[in-house]
């Protein structure tokens, strides 16, 4: 695959406005571990090689279990995952993928009994931005990068 587009030089300053969000919701107070699962988790629905390979290194460093990464396309069957976990990766898939353009009331009800009204907004910035990197990656063909992560 070569990559089409390089927007950190095409368009510098609107790379720069990504990484003010990514910032905010780095600094959110949100486990950074359960930031990086519902990060892999949109990326994995997007097929966004290049954000899976970044954030699956991330998420090591930030505690989530080798199980937990292996079968995080399988959370609903695998045992491992938090009941607050588990709302946060049920919010993550509703708001990527939007089926009939809403999110169930269940699923934000299920969000409310584990995070406030603050977490929760600030989790649904956290999974706007990774679709919204899921999409540049995958729109500029960005190829995956291997080794040390980057943050």
């Known amino acids: 695959m070569t990559q089409r ?11 720069k406005a990504m990484l003010g969000v990514h910032s905010y919701v780095q600094n ?6 359960l930031l990086e699962l519902v990060k892999i988790r949109a990326s994995q629905i997007n097929g966004c090689a290049f954000c899976i390979a970044m954030h699956v290194p991330l998420a090591r460093k930030h505690g989530v279990s080798d199980d937990q990464l292996h079968l995080l396309a399988a959370w609903r069957e695998a045992p491992i995952y938090s009941p607050k ?3 946060a990766l049920a919010w993550s ?6 089926t009939g353009g809403d999110v169930p009331d269940a699923v934000y009800a ?5 995070f406030s ?7 649904s910035f956290a999974i706007a931005e990774i ?10 063909r960005t190829p995956p990068q291997f080794g040390s992560p980057a943050a």
């Open 110 to 114: 299920e969000i409310r009994q584990h």
């Open 85 to 87: 976990e588990r709302a």
């Open 28 to 33: 959110s107070g949100l486990s950074l571990g």
């Open 131 to 140: 679709n919204a990197w899921n999409r540049l990656m995958i729109c500029t």
């Open 117 to 123: 009204e603050k977490e929760v907004a600030d989790l």
């Open 5 to 15: 587009l390089d927007l950190t030089k095409i368009s510098p300053d609107g790379y």
């Open 93 to 98: 898939e509703a708001l990527t993928h939007l």
